[in-house]
């Protein structure tokens, strides 16, 4: 279907792999799972969004529904956002507070497929949200979850990009913008700042009203960016001026200073005060991750810390902070680059067969690899051995258990590497031994 | 959303749990994972059924065809089956044959919401797709990863009852009725055995015309159901009289006879001439599955044989064999007869803090103990300890490390088992190392 990842086997594995890396990194850090349904009302759903979003919802309507003429009462989540939102305002009395979840499933979003652009995709979210408060340590410990995570993958080196939306709009009070819609107005034009460029977005800065002047100081500020933890520092005390700038900027100080302590490598984050994030929602931290090598490719893994989640669905008050990588579309762009691609196969060994006779010794073989926690496949339908290994080729299993009738008689089995086409005989109780060596 | 499971954390674990275990063995047998995009092209998806299926799907439909009043092109997959189908058919030159593949994904109906009825709901399934032709072994081995399954989730007990339709329908030629529609509709009848009863199912017998000695004949064959092997054979040694029914018995033998020598344990499967199977494209073996102590649940994983897997969509004969697991389902029905329910929580120690001058203590043993694979959460808003324990305790989590500035002096933490509020004091350097073994 147009705008949706359909994978080959070799491919899909590579992805499982890449979100079983990611939830075991998101359980140390002591995150829990949830899941919500993939559809949600449409009232609950679009409460809290509007614009262009809700014109790219796919709505659902079941058949009965539809012959009836009536209004789909029903849409899939375009985000994990909205969702966890509404699950946390629903179960808020049966969760522990800080509540730390994952969630890891596709989302939708109804617009026309492009090349690149997906209309059903991967989120893997993690937020921390607290009742009441939320200490700011958990803004450090967002992108140290982001850090682990992005090393384990082994996708090459990566910076992450941490600002606090108060400091921009502390800058903007400075240059006389006090009103917060203008404000939003202008950090959409300064986020563009590293695709379109200075001079296109001093021209937007200009277009909404400013003097060029404070343009120019404004640029010169936020184009700022740190090379490690000192210069860090030093960016961000050569900023006051008002309180919000202030405020921004010690909260900025303490956590990069709490990242450090959790063991962030200083090379792998950077103050970049350009950095807003198009949402709304985001009141102060905010993170972008680059890879070093493409940065083309854009943020990978953002996020940041909003004061109140769910306030639509609940009275409480619910502060947090998170991030989300859209895997989907990530896998897409590795493998375009190269990156990723195809693993072997998830199954070890292809146990061969060459004359009905084998048939018992052969599933004795599989069954000894099976007990020893291999993953098997059988050939049941005897054939010549080329077909058998071209097979095992094709679907990218690395090894083949072989045993004629002479091997049958010695009680020995030959263990064929694919990969580099060497072989071993072996008893046949020290197969399953050897090949877990092997595999591992 | 009513129809759906949305479970708290401790739930979605058990449910996880659930899920990698499935894999795990599936992965064992030599099984490939797919994934499928939740929408089909509706014209793809309602090809294959109609009747009753049809009616209960749900439609998606993009704000912009909505607007435009246009009939929506998408649907929700309501099986996995027809996506496998769509899938092999449009990858069939990329795929090494017999392909052997499983998909965990969700699907959907579009019926009203009942109790114990779902609208979202995971199915877990594998097959085994041959070109041209599919060797009768598969069809053992499919009760082989089923018995590995069961035995691996430890829900209890269970039986594989096991037919082939081919018998049944021997039977009804024998008794002469040779129309395929006719038997079908019969077919469905006797399917009801166990759930109707033989007097309910012998009324509707007769109601279809057929005469009562030889419904009587009939429902005394097909109530055989053998205890062992031994047993299993002489049901099926007792039946012969037409081609049909002499195909049928020789396949289920060699079935069977194959499954004992793949280790499935003779306790755990059945002959049961009464199984049919609902759907109508099971051609061959039949298999239901039932929890011993557990059988008004119904069957817990089903499947069976069939002759061609997509026709509709490619040109190719694929034959098939293959089962499938309704988790959503089966994991609501355990739940309410309390054989599962919440797990502990997946992070393993809540690192506690009593005073802010502990807090590079307390980091340093949290990543002491990630760095060995634990899952930790670190507490970094200091609060009395009995508060910190009760979130604990809420949270699920098994253990705390506790650090005061008396054993920050000595360089020691305590570990507490909040099980068994046993404690013990450790030495920093230890704690992870014994942790994990604890765990373990």
């Given amino acids: 279907m147009p705008g949706t990842l359909e ?42 969004t509007g614009g262009e979003t809700e014109r790219e919802v796919f709505f659902v309507q079941s058949t009965g529904s539809l012959e009836q003429g009536k209004a789909p009462e029903l849409a899939l989540r375009f985000d994990l956002t909205v969702p966890t939102a509404r699950y946390v305002a629903e179960h808020e009395h049966d969760l522990a507070f800080p509540f730390r979840r994952y969630q890891m499933q596709r989302a939708y979003r109804g617009e026309r497929p492009q090349r690149g652009r997906f209309r059903e995709f991967y989120q893997c979210d993690i ?24 090393d384990d993958l082994s996708i090459g080196e990566f910076t992450i990009r941490i600002n606090n ?25 300064i986020d563009k700042l590293d695709k379109r460029g200075r001079d296109a977005v001093a021209v937007s800065l200009e277009g909404l009203g400013l003097d060029q002047k404070a343009v120019a100081d404004l640029l010169d500020v936020v184009s700022s960016r740190s090379t490690d933890h000192a210069s860090a520092r030093q960016v961000l005390s050569s900023l006051s001026g008002n309180p919000t700038l ?8 303490e956590v990069i200073d709490v990242m450090r302590a959790l063991g962030v490598p200083e090379h792998r984050y950077a103050v970049d005060l ?21 940065p083309e490719l854009g943020s990978i893994c953002s996020g940041g810390r909003y004061d ?24 897409w762009q590795l493998r375009e680059i190269g990156v990723v691609g195809p693993s072997p196969s998830t199954t070890d060994v292809l146990v061969t067969l060459m004359d009905a006779e084998g048939l018992s010794y052969a599933l004795d073989i599989a069954t000894r690899l099976r007990a020893a926690g291999l993953c098997v496949e059988s050939v049941v339908e005897p054939s010549k051995l080329g077909k058998q290994l ?40 020290d197969v399953a031994h050897h090949l877990s060596k092997e595999i591992r």
Wanted: hydrophobic share 40%; proline share 4%.
């Fill in 7 to 48: 994978l080959l086997p070799a491919e899909q594995i590579t992805f499982q792999r890449m979100l079983d890396g990611i939830r075991t990194t998101f359980e140390r850090f002591g995150f829990v799972p949830v899941e919500t349904p993939v559809m949600e009302l449409s009232e609950v759903l679009l409460t809290k």
């Fill in 127 to 150: 937020d921390v949200i607290g009742r009441g408060t939320l200490p700011l340590y958990h803004d450090a410990e967002i992108p140290a979850v982001i850090e682990r995570v992005f």
């Fill in 165 to 189: 939306r108060k400091i921009m709009r502390g800058l903007l009070e400075r240059a006389g913008e006090v009103e917060p819609d203008r404000q939003t107005l202008l950090l959409r034009e």
């Fill in 246 to 253: 202030d405020e921004g900027v010690a909260e900025l100080v």
């Fill in 274 to 294: 350009a950095i807003a994030r198009g949402l709304d929602y985001y009141t102060g931290t905010v993170y972008e991750t680059v890879l070093d090598d493409h």
């Fill in 308 to 331: 109140d989640l769910a306030g639509h669905y609940t009275d409480s008050h619910l502060p947090g902070v998170g991030m989300s990588i859209g895997l989907t579309r990530l896998f």
């Fill in 390 to 429: 071209k097979h095992a080729d094709k679907a990218g299993i690395r090894f083949a258990a072989i045993a004629g009738s002479v091997e049958r008689e010695r009680g020995v089995v030959t263990l064929k590497n694919l990969t580099d086409q060497t072989q071993v005989e072996l008893p046949l109780a």
